[in-house]
RNA sequence: GGCCCGGUGGUCAAGAGGCCUAAGACACCGCCCUUUCACGGCGGUAACACGAGUUCGAAUCUCGUCCGGGUCACCA
C-alpha cells in the first residue's frame, strides 16, 4: 500500500465499501425528458421560516411544472445548533402551506422513497466511503490544526493583509505522510478530513445561474472541511454526495450559498459528479429603520411562519403573495384564472427577480382580501372556525355554538352577491368584525351622528319600529325609510337633497345611519337589511327601543 | 477589506438599442356610483442612482463612481 491508502486505512478502518456500491444502490432515476428534480433541505435548527418556505414553493413548483420530483432532505449535521421538533416543524409547516412532498419526509417521523435515509446524521457511512476514497487517491488529508491555530494563522493573514483560510502554503497539513499521521493519532490528537484542492486562484469558474445568469468566480483553492472531527461532513460535502446520489437535478437555494459553488463544482469535478444546475433565489428583505435586510428569523415575527398562521392569513393567501413575488407576472395570470391552483401557472425560473423584495403586508393584506372575498360563507366557517380553534378558543365556542347562525352571519353580503365584500384579509379581524352579531360580543355603544338631533332621532326610531317588519327585502326596507324621511323634513332622495341641501335637514341616507347605530353600534357595515335580517326581530326592537329610552 | 450579485415611482415590477411622452399591480389622493362603508368605474401624484463613453439614437451596451445586499467557520 502506497501513502495515501495507509492514511485512508489510518483514518477511516471500519468504512470496507466502495462508492461503486452507493452508484449501484441508486440508480438514475427514471424520469421523463425534461423532468426536473428539485429539493428543500432544511436544518432543523430553527421553526420554518419564510425563506423556507419560498424557497420550497420555487422547487415544488418546478419540479410540477416539469413532472420532476421534489424530495426534502434533513440537513442535520450540525448537532449543536438543532433544536427538538425542528424536522416536525418544518416538515409539517410544509404540507400546511399546501407544500407537497414526493418523496424523502413527507411527514416528522415518516419518510418515503428510494433515495434514502434522507436524514444526513443517518448517512455517515456513505460520507465516509467517499472521502476514504479521496484520501486513497490523494485527494483528501487529514489536518490536525485546532482552533486556535487556525485563528492564529488568520491573525496572521489578516496583518499581512493577505487572503484569509487554509490555502497554499497555509495549509499546514497539506502534504502530511502516513507515519506523521499515525503519531499523531496516537498522541490522541483529533483531526478533520480536508480536500487537497487542485484550485487556482488565478482561474476563473464560470457557470450559468438558472435564476441570476452567468455568474464568473474565481476558482476554490480553499482546502475546506469536508468531515469534521466527529466525522460528520460539512454542508458541502453533503450536498455534493447526497445531490448526486439522490440524483438532483436542480438545486434551488437561497442566494447566501452562490459564494459557495466553486467549492460545490470543484467537489463534483473531483468526485466525478455532474454538477446539477444551480438556481440562487434572492431573499425577502425586510426595511429596518430605512434600512434594507434579509428578512431575520429573530428581529421579525413575519419571518416565522407561525406569524400568519397565528394572525389567520390563509395559507393559500400566503403562497399566492409569495408567487408574486416569484413570479412578476403572476398576478396577471391569477386575474384571468381566479380559482386555479397556483399549480397550474407556467412558472419560469428565468423571470425571477434577481434582487431581493421586501416583504410587503399591505400587499399580502390585498391579495388576501380578494381570496377571502370569494370564500363562501360555509368555507369560511371552516375556516375561521379552525383558525379560532388554535387561536382564540372563546371566539370558537361562540361560532360553534350554533353554526347554522355563524354561517348566516358570514353570508351577509357574501353568497349570491355578484360583488362580495373585501373586509376581511386574516381570520384574527372577524371576531371583531362581526361583533354586534354576536350577542356575547355585542356591546351597545350608540352615538348620533353630529348631523342630527336626538329629537330627530328618537322620532325617527319610534316611527320606523311601527312599520318594520323582519320580512323586508332590501328593496322595500329602505322604502319604509323614505317614506318616513319626509315627515322629519328630510329628503327621501339623495339627489333631491343635494340639488337643494338648504330645504332639509338630511336625506334618508342619514337616517338610516341612526337606525345602523342603533343596531350595531357603528357608522359603517354591510348591508343593514340583511344584518336586521340575522338578527331577528326580536333583537332588533330590543336595540331600538334601548336606543330610544336613552334618547 | 477581498470576492460575488444588484440598483426603474413609497412597495412589487414590465422593459432584451428606436414601439418609452417608461406598462401594470399595491398604497395614497380626487371624482362617479351608493342606505353607511366596502366593492366597482374613471382620473391623478409619483421612477430609469450619478458621471463618462459607444451609437444617428441608451432605462437597455461599456467603463468609472456612489449606494444596497450576500459571503469570507470543524454553521447551514
Not at 125 to 142: D, F, S
Not at 200 to 225: Q, S
Not at 315 to 338: N, Q
Not at 429 to 441: G, N
Request: with cysteine; glycine share 6%; aromatic share 12%.
Amino acid at each position: 500500500m502506497n501513502n495515501f491508502e495507509l492514511l485512508a486505512e489510518l483514518l477511516l478502518p471500519d468504512i470496507d465499501k466502495k462508492p461503486e456500491y452507493y452508484e449501484n444502490l441508486y440508480p438514475a432515476r427514471n424520469l421523463p425528458e425534461g423532468a426536473r428534480v428539485t429539493r428543500i433541505a432544511p436544518s432543523p435548527t430553527g421553526y420554518l421560516h419564510l425563506g423556507t418556505l419560498f424557497a420550497a414553493l420555487v422547487n415544488r413548483i418546478t419540479a410540477t411544472s416539469t413532472n420532476g420530483v421534489f424530495y426534502t432532505r434533513i440537513e442535520d449535521t450540525d448537532k449543536k445548533r438543532e433544536i427538538e421538533g425542528g424536522i416536525e416543524d418544518i416538515i409539517d409547516g410544509l404540507d400546511r402551506f399546501g407544500i407537497s412532498i414526493d418523496e424523502g419526509f413527507v411527514s416528522g417521523n415518516e419518510q418515503k422513497g428510494e433515495y434514502g435515509p434522507y436524514q444526513q446524521s443517518y448517512r455517515g457511512e456513505i460520507y465516509q466511503t467517499y472521502v476514504k476514497e479521496l484520501i486513497r487517491q490523494g485527494l483528501a488529508y487529514p489536518c490536525f490544526c485546532t482552533s486556535n491555530e487556525l485563528e492564529a494563522v488568520r491573525k496572521e493573514q489578516e496583518a499581512n493583509k493577505i487572503r484569509t483560510g487554509y490555502h497554499g502554503k497555509w495549509a499546514k497539513h497539506r502534504d502530511i505522510t502516513y507515519e506523521e499521521a499515525k503519531a499523531l493519532i496516537e498522541q490522541g490528537k483529533s483531526f478533520v478530513v480536508r480536500l487537497k484542492s487542485p484550485g487556482n486562484e488565478e482561474n476563473k469558474i464560470v457557470f450559468d445561474d438558472a435564476i441570476k445568469g452567468k455568474i464568473e468566480m474565481p476558482e476554490n483553492d480553499e482546502d475546506f472541511v469536508l468531515l469534521k472531527s466527529d466525522g460528520i461532513p460539512t454542508y458541502h460535502f453533503a450536498h455534493a454526495v447526497d445531490d448526486h446520489l439522490m440524483r438532483t437535478t436542480h438545486v434551488l437555494r437561497g442566494d447566501e450559498w452562490i459564494s459557495s459553488v466553486p467549492k460545490h463544482i470543484q467537489l463534483f469535478k473531483i468526485l466525478g459528479f455532474k454538477p446539477p444546475k444551480y438556481g440562487h433565489i434572492s431573499p425577502i428583505m425586510k426595511l429596518d429603520n430605512g434600512a434594507k435586510r434579509k428578512i431575520s428569523k429573530r428581529k421579525d415575527p413575519e419571518a416565522a411562519v407561525h406569524f400568519f398562521a397565528e394572525q389567520g392569513y390563509d395559507s393559500e393567501c400566503v403562497i399566492d403573495y409569495l408567487m408574486t413575488i416569484a413570479a412578476s407576472d403572476f398576478e396577471d395570470w391569477r386575474r384571468c384564472s381566479p380559482d386555479a391552483s397556483y399549480k397550474s401557472f407556467k412558472f419560469n425560473l428565468k423571470k425571477m427577480s434577481v434582487s431581493g423584495a421586501l416583504f410587503d403586508e399591505v400587499k399580502l393584506i390585498d391579495v388576501s382580501k380578494n381570496r377571502v372575498s370569494k370564500l363562501s360563507s360555509g368555507e369560511l366557517y371552516e375556516k375561521i372556525t379552525a383558525w379560532a380553534k388554535e387561536f382564540d378558543k372563546d371566539f370558537y365556542s361562540i361560532l360553534t355554538k350554533n353554526p347554522q347562525y355563524s354561517k348566516a352571519v358570514f353570508a351577509i353580503d357574501r353568497d349570491g352577491v355578484a360583488k362580495p365584500r373585501k373586509d376581511i384579509a386574516k381570520f384574527s379581524e372577524a371576531k371583531d368584525y362581526f361583533s354586534y352579531l354576536f350577542e356575547e360580543l355585542y356591546v351597545p355603544c350608540f352615538q348620533l351622528p353630529e348631523n342630527i338631533n336626538s329629537y330627530d332621532a328618537k322620532a325617527f326610531l319610534e316611527k320606523y319600529k311601527t312599520v318594520y317588519s323582519a320580512d323586508d327585502d332590501r328593496q322595500e326596507w329602505f322604502n319604509k325609510i323614505k317614506t318616513i324621511a319626509p315627515m322629519l323634513n328630510f329628503a327621501a332622495e339623495t339627489k333631491e337633497y343635494k340639488a337643494n341641501p338648504d330645504a332639509f335637514k338630511g336625506h334618508a341616507g342619514d337616517l338610516s345611519t341612526v337606525l345602523r347605530m342603533a343596531i350595531t353600534g357603528r357608522r359603517n357595515t354591510p348591508d343593514l337589511c340583511s344584518i336586521m335580517q340575522v338578527l331577528g326581530k326580536d333583537e332588533c326592537i330590543k336595540r331600538i327601543d334601548n336606543v330610544i329610552i336613552s334618547l
